[in-house]
């Protein structure tokens, strides 16, 4: 067989992407996890037949400015061909990680080219590997909200490697960068260092060492792609402010820079966290960092910080002062994660880093590691041979490499799903609420009840008293194995919260604005299944329909298909079949592409209540003829 050039460089790539199918491939029958509910499982109107600009302007959470239009506009399109398919879901994010490794590794071949590197393909090659395998990508990857992280990479690797191509015609080159731009901007926030990424790739390959000369140069040759990054960066802000009549929801104020910045010194503590995962990813991966478990002081915290520290002056120094192209790739992996480094207020829940955050990063500095000059450092290595050299250096990158994908072997598992997810979490941090809460919420879809109120009892002894939303799920799980006691504990609950529904005209905004430490979709839970304790228990559908409509009070438009199935079984018992069947209906005809969905919850309602008073006349009907079939 003749192996031509082009046969050289890209059966490495097809062997690297192969490999990275084998790591992945079992994401394919994971299921959604964590934010996915509130994101898009619960976001109905992603699962509407009809496409609007208010579907995919729509914040990622309430209460916040983050506008990513691209990536529900992926979702919107992926829902209405396939509904809400989780093999569907988790192919496209593991399609769109390897078509990063595909753009690194062209970028790859372009850079080490331009930087005389010998054995360009290996090279290439060596960096695309580094990126596939680093367990860091683990939670972009897996995770199907880890969309938004792997789009923005995506869109900024693409300008990268159109920025490097030698195109004749400059309208062409200045149109799919900005196209690249705005795709990037609109996947995520990061993608505003898209321009500064472009001047460093700019400022590396040039000869001057003179930094001030070089920008001088670079805005003379580029101020046409400026101009147009300028006009696109103000379109895009104008359609944010439009759609989320804000730019960013948190301010800056001097107690946050008293207290974060000097006197907790966060971004020093997120600096060294994100450059110790990048070389050493293997004791922290996961889905939380909590701030109290990484910036306490100690030892090995100092250690990181001093490290990091270094690294970062040292960085600085060679690209500013010696324009050293590796520095320049180390610039722009701190571009990455510069808007995540706590310099400015972020909404990460008390978390100090994120894996996720590090997805593009992660491209720079596996470019960054092999364009390193091994050459020279060896040479100054006189007691050894080149050949002993050459095998120890090799031998040090399979072991990196062979350690990093056994980690991605064994994590991966855990991203399976919300038990398996917070199961692993809750063995790290016990006494962290947010994780209890989510291994509690795990166990109750995993239909894990028993457990659930065994664990809540042990709790509740052993710490007098159990969190809100912790008391939520036992409530439920009491609910879901029929104990009547479930009524009690929900309507003590009821009793204690503010009646917000009475005393606002926006309860879900009252509740926002208040201290309690609840969600509004936490407060419509309680409400829900309060309204089915009515139901089940007490034969009262009256108040059942009564906390069914406070519920809805808490709740966005789009949220409120669920707790409207459940509207649908009152009506019916009401006796009131047709308004029943009419609306059920209409909630299905909403969603055509999930027409359904919510069939087993509608039966599972009358079925409850017709077991306990199975001589009433509209349970009879019933099981005569079940028109929610």
């Not at 005389?116 to 580094?130: D, E, F, G, R, Y």
């Not at 002894?461 to 194995?481: K, S, T």
Request: proline letters at 4%.
């Amino acid at each position: 067989m003749i192996r031509t050039p082009m046969t050289r460089k890209v059966l490495p790539l097809i062997l690297i992407l192969a490999f990275a199918i084998i790591l992945y491939y079992p994401a394919l029958s994971f299921g959604y996890v964590w934010d996915d509910s509130l994101l898009f499982i619960h976001n109905i109107e992603l699962l509407k037949p009809a496409l609007n600009w208010h579907m995919l302007s729509q914040p990622v959470l309430p209460g916040t400015s983050y506008f990513r239009p691209l990536v529900f506009l992926t979702w919107f399109t992926e829902f209405h061909y396939f509904g809400q398919n989780t093999v569907v879901s988790h192919g496209i994010n593991i399609f769109i990680y390897l078509l990063n490794i595909i753009l690194l590794y062209a970028i790859g071949l372009k850079l080490f080219t331009q930087l005389n590197k010998k054995n360009v393909t290996l090279c290439a090659s060596i960096a695309a590997l580094l990126y596939a395998v680093h367990p860091a990508l683990i939670e972009t990857t897996a995770w199907v909200s880890g969309r938004f992280d792997l789009l923005v990479t995506c869109s900024t690797l693409l300008a990268c490697l159109v920025y490097l191509q030698p195109i004749s015609s400059r309208v062409l080159k200045i149109t799919l960068l900005n196209i690249c731009f705005l795709m990037a901007l609109a996947s995520k926030e990061l993608g505003v260092v898209l321009p500064l990424i472009l001047v460093c790739l700019s400022l590396m390959r040039s000869i001057n060492s003179n930094f001030i000369e070089n920008i001088v140069a670079f805005i003379r040759g580029e101020w046409d792609l400026i101009l147009s990054f300028t006009g696109s960066f103000l379109i895009y802000i104008l359609l944010r402010v439009y759609s989320v009549q804000q730019i960013y929801h948190s301010t800056m104020s001097a107690s946050y820079v008293q207290n974060v910045i000097i006197d907790h010194k966060v971004p020093l503590h997120a600096l060294s966290a994100y450059v110790f995962e990048a070389i050493l990813p293997f004791y922290a991966v996961a889905p939380l960092h909590p701030m109290d478990s990484f910036v306490a002081p100690s030892v090995f915290v100092t250690f990181k910080i001093i490290v990091s520290l270094l690294m970062f002056v040292f960085c600085i120094y060679q690209a500013f002062i010696k324009n050293s192209a590796v520095a320049w790739l180390g610039v722009c992996a701190l571009l990455a994660i510069f808007p995540v480094l706590h310099i400015i207020p972020l909404t990460v829940n008390d978390n100090l880093f994120h894996d996720r955050f590090m997805t593009l990063g992660l491209a720079f500095v596996a470019l960054a590691v092999v364009a390193l000059p091994y050459e020279k450092f060896m040479a100054r290595i006189t007691v050894l041979r080149p050949q002993i050299k050459t095998g120890i250096l090799s031998v040090f990158i399979a072991f990196w490499l062979g350690l990093a994908s056994i980690s991605v072997h064994n994590i991966l598992p855990f991203w399976k799903s919300d038990l398996t997810l917070w199961h692993w979490m809750y063995q790290t941090y016990p006494d962290h609420n947010m994780v209890r809460y989510s291994y509690y919420q795990g166990l109750y879809s995993a239909g894990q009840y028993q457990k659930i109120i065994d664990e809540a009892r042990l709790i509740e002894n052993q710490e007098e008293g159990l969190e809100a939303g912790v008391q939520i799920i036992y409530a439920n799980a009491l609910l879901a194995v029929k104990n009547p006691e479930s009524f009690d504990y929900l309507q003590g609950i009821v009793e204690i919260m503010p009646k917000f529904y009475q005393t606002a005209n926006n309860p879900r905004n009252a509740l926002s604005h208040s201290d309690i430490n609840l969600t509004p979709l936490q407060v419509a839970g309680i409400y829900n299944s309060l309204s089915l304790t009515y139901i089940v228990f007490k034969d009262n559908l009256e108040l059942a329909m009564k906390y069914n409509k406070i519920a809805d009070s808490y709740l966005l438009p789009t949220e409120r298909f669920k707790n409207q199935y459940q509207r649908v079984a009152i009506r019916y018992l009401l006796d009131d079949k047709d308004v029943a069947i009419s609306l059920y209906d209409n909630l299905n005809n909403a969603i055509p592409n999930n027409k359904g969905r919510y069939n087993e919850d509608v039966n599972s309602i009358i079925a409850s209540y017709c077991e306990q008073y199975t001589e009433k006349s509209i349970c009879q009907d019933y099981a005569l003829s079940n028109p929610f079939k």
